[in-house]
């Protein structure tokens, strides 16, 4: 039975390390399947659209993400392609609350269609050409790989770095 997983809330560090790339052996090990499950689980029981493995405290590349009641597991995903084309809309994200715990929103502008390559739970090499909601958490969850939060595209989110 999968279960779920405590997420990390911001400013915690390990949200901010850039995750490393997943070999092929920790790939098919028992407990890479348990975590791919476990964090599928985790993200439809917070009602989430997508879900990083550093925001359950595994700095290693893997997002899951939901598409139409469908979950696709991207492993070491890469964007290839970016839209010229930009879309500005709310982002929340499960790692991120105020005050009193609860999720913040905040236009975020994103790349309005992507191309990204990864591997599948089995190993396969996948292409996917994702547009507007779906390309929108791809991108998100990514960000999370490299140690970005959404709330870091603000100028005068409190905790982000580059505001004054
Ligand atoms: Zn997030």
């Known amino acids: ?15 901010r390390k850039k995750s490393l790339e997943i070999s092929p052996e920790e790939l098919f090990s028992k407990k890479m399947k348990t975590l791919l499950l476990d964090m ?18 595994e700095n290693i590349r893997i997002i899951v993400v ?10 070491n ?10 879309k500005v809309e709310d982002e929340g994200c499960l790692s ?3 005050e009193k715990g609860e999720i913040i929103y905040a236009p975020i502008s ?7 390559i990864y591997l599948d ?4 090499k996948k292409t996917l050409a ?11 969850e990514i960000d999370h790989l490299d140690g970005i939060l959404f709330i870091d595209y603000l100028k005068d989110f409190p905790n982000n770095p580059k505001a004054s």
């Open 40 to 57: 599928e689980e985790t993200m439809k029981k917070k009602d989430g659209a997508g879900l990083a493995a550093p925001q359950i405290g």
């Open 130 to 140: 994702a547009e507007n909601l779906l390309a929108r958490v791809i991108q998100h």
């Open 96 to 98: 991120v609350l105020n």
């Open 1 to 15: 039975m999968a279960k779920q997983l405590n997420i990390l809330i911001n400013p915690h560090p390990t949200l």
């Open 77 to 86: 995903p890469k964007i290839t392609k970016k839209s010229w084309a930009r």
């Open 110 to 116: 994103r790349h309005k269609k992507i191309n990204c």
């Open 121 to 124: 739970e089995k190993g396969n």
């Open 66 to 75: 939901s598409d139409e009641n469908k979950t696709i597991f991207l492993i």
